[in-house]
């Protein structure tokens, strides 16, 4: 890629950012401000209400709170009804954000043990998973390419072209694809979670993106689940960017395609104007060919009548006038110039008649004669 493309992209890329900046900002800074100046009003309220408690007091617990809530923990009611947030099933989804490059956030080590093997773990992880996630995809990409020649079988008796049966089928395989991978998932987050419809949407989008803010994470709710819930999370997202890497995979494979015979009608376009270049060249070459002979044949028809006069009026032969096979043209009026001005250096002006005819500054002991245009 040419450094000029490359900076093309990288601007298009930085204005996109711009617009999505100043997008984001005048959609989510007045609700900023509006929770800002709520809990402010809050405070205010409660140290009004409870005198026995000063502001500092309030903001080392409101510190506090925040702290716990960076760490994971829900500092909302009492101990007894918490559960782990370190829990098999939980360390287990936990792991697998690693390794899946998400990271939602909700929970993180915080200790030195496991921040270093929280290290260790994403450099060997990320890479196996990578190798996972390729095999999958293309045994995902190998069902919908059977898929989608069945359902191209089907639209064979039609009159389709072929374009458009691909066209369609894959659209229907990705419609299929997103139905079973994102809007049931959708649902079904709706209904365990207690989300609402674009809640749930948001969350499987960003999650199967791998972007993961961790603001929705599924399990992370303070409702009992099932000790598999996670896991089949898990899985779920490990199918779901399979799935997106296939259809990726499907998308760039269709654009090499497409690139490919876009080169070779290219190439056909170059052959036919380089035979269309050697038509015209040859056509030129023998179209000039053909007026080098006519102009010889020309020429030597005149001087076959100027033989014929001499002949007849009884001079004796001159030097025959003979033109090069390769001229292509003659200058009459320079000959005719020429002649005249030797003619006049000697002494040659007056005219001579002889039976009848009248020859133009002509030497009879010479043999030259006039030759008159269109002589028959």
Known sequence: MKWKTVT??????????????????????????AQRLAILSQKLDFLSQHSCVNQSQLEELVQQVVSAVRSGVNPAGTYTNHSSLWDLSSAFFFAGTVITTIGFGNISPHTEGGRIFCIIYALLGIPLFGFLLAGVGDQLGTIFGKG???????????????????????????LFGCLLLVLLPAAIFKHI???????????????????????????????????????????????????FAAILSMIGDWLRAISRRTKEE??????????????????????????????????????SIKRKLSSELGFSSAPELTLPRRATSINFNDERERNDKEAGLKGLTAPLTRNGSLVNGLDPERGDVAIIEHFK
């Open 266 to 303: 290219v190439g056909e376009i170059r052959a036919h104007a380089a035979e269309w270049t050697a038509n015209v060249s040859a056509e030129f070459k023998e179209t000039r060919r053909r007026v080098s002979v006519e102009i010889y044949d020309k020429f030597q028809r005149a001087a």
């Open 8 to 33: 093309a992209i990288f601007l298009l890329v930085v204005l996109y950012l711009v617009i999505g900046a100043a997008v984001f900002r005048s959609l989510e800074q007045p609700h900023e401000s």
């Open 148 to 174: 989608i020649a069945r359902v191209e079988k089907m639209f064979v008796h039609w009159a389709i072209s072929q374009t458009k049966i691909r066209v369609i089928s894959t659209l229907l395989f990705v």
């Open 193 to 243: 979670e207690g989300w609402s419809a674009l809640e749930s949407l948001y969350f499987v989008v960003i999650t199967l993106t791998t972007i993961g803010f961790g603001d929705f994470v599924a399990g992370g709710s303070d409702i009992e689940y099932l000790d598999y819930y996670k896991p089949l999370v898990w899985f779920w997202i490990l199918v779901g960017l399979a799935y």
